[in-house]
């Protein structure tokens, strides 16, 4: 999850913190590849830039009324929930993550 001050923390912050998060995703990434498949992945833009859309009506911005959005996901396949925490914990320990699976096609 990113709070809403993340966008500016992580302008603020200095090229070997920015690795430091760098080298988390991709142990997580090599983790994910060594016990299944990294499906997707993508980090999010700022919340403000979003538009939602609510019984037909569009506004700026997140529909959450809250300090924590959405800053990325990944869809993976792993053999089962505790292989995901397991390296899920290889992420940057600031970020705040979630774990869901996807309802079966």
Same mark, same amino acid.
């Given at each position: 999850? /990113? !709070?809403?001050?993340?966008?500016?923390?992580? $302008? =603020?912050?200095?090229?070997?913190?920015?690795?430091?998060?760098?080298?988390?995703?991709? $142990?997580? +990434?090599? $983790?994910?590849?060594?016990?299944?498949?990294?499906?997707? +992945? !993508?980090? *999010? /833009?700022?919340?403000?830039?979003?538009? &939602?859309?609510?019984?037909?009506?569009?506004?700026? %911005?997140?529909? =959450?009324? &809250?300090?924590?959005?959405? %800053? +990325?996901?990944? *869809?993976? !396949?792993?053999?089962?929930?505790?292989? $995901?925490?397991?390296? =899920?914990?290889?992420?940057?320990? =600031?970020? &705040?993550?979630?774990?869901?699976?996807?309802?079966?096609?």
């Amino acid at each position: 999850m /990113a !709070e809403a001050d993340h966008f500016d923390r992580w $302008a =603020a912050s200095s090229d070997a913190e920015q690795q430091a998060v760098f080298d988390c995703f991709q $142990a997580f +990434g090599d $983790a994910v590849r060594e016990r299944g498949s990294l499906l997707q +992945g !993508e980090a *999010l /833009a700022d919340p403000a830039g979003s538009r &939602t859309l609510a019984a037909g009506v569009v506004r700026e %911005g997140p529909y =959450a009324e &809250t300090v924590e959005q959405v %800053g +990325g996901f990944y *869809l993976v !396949e792993l053999p089962d929930l505790e292989t $995901a925490v397991d390296v =899920a914990r290889l992420l940057p320990p =600031a970020y &705040t993550v979630e774990i869901r699976p996807v309802i079966p096609t």
